[in-house]
């Protein structure tokens, strides 16, 4: 999580219908890795040749290594809430670390149905399996800066959100636990 934003992953794979999905989902790993400090590697293929589970897989793993990354949660801001303007693009995104992920409040303006899916999908896995609750909007002429978008934020949200507060111990709840 407190890396230096160097991105590693290696991904194969083929996307017949849509060969630009697989170039911005790499893409946006590697704005989440550059803009949230995070250093990601490692390999991801595609084994049964549906780029569907190669997106699906890589998300649902980053989204496992985050839940393991932040623990118990104890002492962290736990949120985290950004607009970002991005050559004629603009993308909203917050995110509460509650553990209680699941369907993301998402919506885009990306035009191409194969990168909305994508994206749309990339984003449920990892909230469902990092118990990130993800509020995200974006809009704009492109589909590419608003994927771009979408991981400039997911990573600075992540970093921001799990920066500590010195005046807490604990997992800021009134509960004393997050999920």
């Known amino acids: ?7 590693t992953l290696k991904i194969t794979g083929r996307d017949e219908e849509a060969p630009q999905a697989l ?3 790499n893409h946006f790993l590697q704005q989440v890795a550059r803009h949230g400090l995070q250093d990601l590697g490692g390999r991801a293929e595609s084994k049964d040749g549906l780029v569907h589970h190669l997106y699906e897989d890589t998300s649902i793993v980053l989204g496992q290594a985050y839940r393991k990354a932040f623990g118990d949660k104890a002492g962290i801001s736990r949120v985290s809430y950004l607009k970002w303007p991005f050559e004629r693009c603009v993308g909203e995104m917050a995110v509460d670390l509650s553990g209680r992920g699941g369907d993301p409040d998402f919506e885009t303006e990306i035009r191409d149905s194969k990168l909305s899916e994508m994206a749309y999908h990339v984003i449920l896995s990892l909230s469902r ?3 990130i609750d993800i509020y995200a909007r974006t809009s704009g002429w492109s589909d590419h800066h608003q994927l771009e978008l979408l ?3 997911l990573g600075r949200n992540v970093y921001n959100a799990t920066r500590r507060l010195e005046s807490y111990t604990e997992p800021l ?3 004393g636990t997050l999920g």
Do not use: A, I, P, R
Request: charged fraction near 30%; glycine fraction near 22%; proline fraction near 0%.
């Open 1 to 7: 999580m407190d890396g230096e934003g160097k991105y």
């Open 173 to 175: 709840s009134t509960k």
């Open 129 to 131: 399996e990092s118990g």
């Open 23 to 25: 170039v911005l989902f």
């Open 151 to 153: 991981g400039k934020l």
